[in-house]
C-alpha cells in the first residue's frame, strides 16, 4: 500500500515562536522517523506529508494515497484533533484511528464523561467550570482534581491542580481557565492506584494489549501523572506491568477501560486512563484515541517493550485493525 504519514513536528511549531508546554502534544523526529521504518518494515510505501496545511496543499495538487497513517494533533479548538480526518474524509481517503465526531468528543474530556456515565460506567463526580459562578454548589465534597478541559500531555496538570478546601477552588480554576483559554473540568479526587490500559482494534475487535500501574517517584509532583512528571519520566516515574490474573483492580481497570472504548467507538489502537479510589474501585478518567507513538518515550510503546512486543508490531496491529475496517466497509 501507499501510506501517507500526517504528522505536526513540534519542532517546526517551537521555530515559529510556539512554548514548550504549547507543543507539548507534538512529535519529535525520531518519532516520525521510527513510524516511516515501521511502516516500510510492514511492506508499505511512506510518503511524508506533514500538517494539516501542507496535506490539503498535497490534496489540491492531486496527491493521493491508499492510507494515510494520521498522528496528528492540530494547533487550536476543541475539534483540533479531527481536523485531518475531517479533510480525508472530504477526498474519500482512508486513515488510522478514530473519525471526526470520536476525534472532537473525546478531546473535550467533560463531555466525554457524560457519555460514559450515561452508559452505566464508573467515572469520578465532576463538574464543567466556565465561570466563577460554576465553583458555588457542587454536590461532591474536596478534595477536588482540576484540570483543562480539552489538553493532553499532562498540559496544564501539575501540583497545584489538587484542590483541598471548597474555598480555594474557584481561584484556582479562573488562573487555569487564564492560561488555557477554556473550561475547567473539576472532578472528585481519587488517591487509589493509576493505571493506563494499552487497547487495539475496532468495535468487536478491539482487544487489551496490557496494563500500566503508574508509580510516582520521591521527587515527582505527587498529585497526579503530570505535565512535568511525563517530560522526566525516566527520573520521576516508575513503569510496572499490572497482572490481571492475579490483580482484580488491574482485571477491573482491563473490563471498565475496554468497554469504554467501544462505548465511545475509538478504532484501531490507543489508551484508557484509569484511577481507583481508596478501595480499588477503577474509574474511567480518559480516553486517548490518538496516543502518542515515541518508541522510547510515549506510554503505548513503553506498554509494549515491558510485554516485549517489538515497535513494529505495535505499527502492525493499528494498521491491520486499519485496513480490515475499511475493508469490511467497503463490502457493505
Known sequence: MHIGLTYDLRSEYLAMGYGEEETAEFDREDTIDALEAAIRQLGHECDRIGNAR????????????????????GLRGIGREAQIPAILDVYGIAYTFSDPLVMSLTLHKGMTKRVIRDAGLLTPDFRIVSGKEDTVQFKFPPPYFIKP??????????DKCMVRRKEDLPSACLDLMAKFGQPVLVERCLTGREFTVGITGTGPDATVLGTLEILLLEH??????????KERYEELVQYRLAEPNSDPSAAAAETLAL???????CRDGGRVDIRCDENGQPYFLEVNPLAGLNPKRSDLPILCSHLNMPYVD???????SAITRVSTDKQL
Open 54 to 73: 501542507r496535506l490539503m496543499e498535497r490534496l489540491v495538487r492531486g496527491h493521493r494515497w491508499d492510507m494515510v497513517f494520521n498522528i496528528a494533533e
Open 149 to 158: 478541559v480539552a489538553e493532553g500531555s499532562g498540559k496544564g496538570i501539575n
Open 220 to 229: 515527582a509532583e505527587k498529585a497526579a501523572y503530570s505535565y512535568m512528571n
Open 259 to 265: 468497554r469504554s472504548w467501544q462505548v465511545l467507538e
Open 314 to 320: 505495535l505499527i502492525g496491529k493499528i494498521l491491520s
